[in-house]
């Protein structure tokens, strides 16, 4: 039974829900792997290689920084997502039905948001130019993105809307962020020979405690309420909001919205449209989206793999609590496993599942520890992504101690 039976909650989700979001996993592998598209849209390489002597191609590659991410880096997965946003706040805004998940959590903070994310990736690329390493051809890929997913949107989400913390986020943000990342990048995972997002999530970490704690000491950073969108619904009941949830539509919309939950959007439309939009740039040419590593097909199956998984056993979480970390692996454990295994079925499905069993627990266990202080003077986002490098350390470790991978 998909519902509850009786008087006994069910804790886990839709088990029609969980088929349906996987099979649109492998609908999407198998039709993307037929449509394997050859032309001269953006190749990456030729983006890289470009990025310091073109303008074009640098803001190439500051619009494919927004869907660093998902490991897709695509001009038009990066442009369809945002588009996705607004679509979504907007009909928040104006309390439609169709709006899906509350778009930043309904706080009416995603222009606020969004501006965080386009003025510290501007300081990051423009500003303090760090991209300039790539004309070295030394290196094929830089960290630049991470402001995007980091301390910048979080910090407009605790501060609440004010040009003080706008500004002041952006660019401490984009001031450490990279240098961090790319000494963890370049110095220690050789070493430990684990995926590279380990650096990227890792830095995430220590500048979402770090710059919030200086931020705690500037005299000007004052917080001030976030607009909450009140819809006027009625308070549901637990079991009404199980009910509801447990419908098999539910589990595929949530996993269509962890694929934006990093950039804290946390919505469908997001969601279908970065598909929708990663898909077109695979479908123009396949030597562009994933860093041209021709694995997208995978990337993507892994990813619904985990979104599922993680749903499916965590529903409680989401009925109880309102939130879960189920998309954890979706941005880390997945598409990273795939990217150093290989983009075969085995693959995609051994690190999909033991991402989504392993990332909301463990999300929740380390920000519950890792955080000392009151939990409102920290983003959760610090255990998220703190979970994204134990997780993907773990998982990827398995699967070189395994002889099939």
């Known amino acids: 039974m998909d519902n509850q039976s009786g008087s006994f909650a ?9 088929f349906l979001t996987i099979a649109v996993g492998f609908v999407l592998y198998f039709t993307l792997n037929l ?15 470009n990025v310091e002597t073109s303008l074009f191609y640098k803001l190439a590659w500051f619009t494919m920084n927004f869907t660093e991410a998902q490991f897709y880096a695509g001009v038009f997965a990066s442009l369809f997502m945002v588009l996705g946003g607004i679509i979504a706040w907007r009909l928040d805004v104006v309390k ?20 965080s994310q386009l003025l510290s990736l501007g300081f990051t690329i423009f500003i303090f130019r760090y991209t300039h390493l790539l004309g070295t051809g030394e290196y094929t890929w830089l960290p630049t993105f991470i402001t995007v997913v980091a301390v910048p949107p979080s910090l407009m989400l605790l501060y609440g809307p004010s040009y003080r913390a706008l500004f002041t986020g952006s660019i401490l943000s984009a001031l450490v962020s990279y240098p961090i990342a790319f000494w963890i990048m370049d110095r220690i995972i050789p070493v430990i020979n684990v995926p590279g997002v380990v650096a990227n999530v890792t830095t995430m970490a220590i500048t979402g405690i770090a710059v919030v704690k200086v931020c705690h ?28 949830m447990s419908k098999p539509s539910w589990s595929l919309r949530r996993a269509l919205a962890d694929f934006t939950e990093a950039l804290f959007y946390g919505n469908e439309i997001a969601g279908a449209f970065v598909i929708i939009g990663v898909s077109i740039d695979w479908i123009l040419n396949a030597g562009h989206p994933g860093y041209g590593s021709g ?35 979706v941005v880390s454990v997945g598409p990273a496993c795939v990217l150093m295994f290989g983009g075969t079925i085995p693959v995609a499905l051994f690190a999909g599942i033991m991402g989504g069993v392993l990332g909301a627990p463990i999300a929740e266990y380390l920000f519950d520890r890792l955080v000392a202080t009151p939990e409102e003077d920290y ?11 134990v997780c993907t350390i773990i998982v990827s470790v398995v699967m070189q101690a395994l002889p099939w991978f």
């Open 295 to 329: 694995v997208l097909p995978a990337i993507i199956l892994s990813q619904f793999i985990a979104a599922a998984v993680g749903i499916y056993l965590y529903f409680d979480k989401w009925v109880v609590n309102g939130f879960a970390g189920t998309f954890v692996p």
């Open 35 to 49: 449509f394997h598209g050859a032309g001269n849209w953006f190749q990456y390489d030729v983006v890289v290689a």
């Open 96 to 115: 439609s039905t169709r709006q899906g998940f509350d778009i930043c959590y309904g706080t009416n903070m995603f222009p606020w948001v969004l501006a």
């Open 217 to 244: 000491l500037l005299p000007w950073m004052k917080k001030v309420p976030c607009p909450i969108i009140d819809k006027d619904e009625p308070e549901l009941t637990e079991d009404e909001k199980r009910k509801a």
């Open 10 to 18: 069910r804790k886990t989700g839709s088990l029609s829900g969980f």
């Open 379 to 389: 983003h959760p986002t610090v255990g998220n992504v703190s979970a994204m490098a």
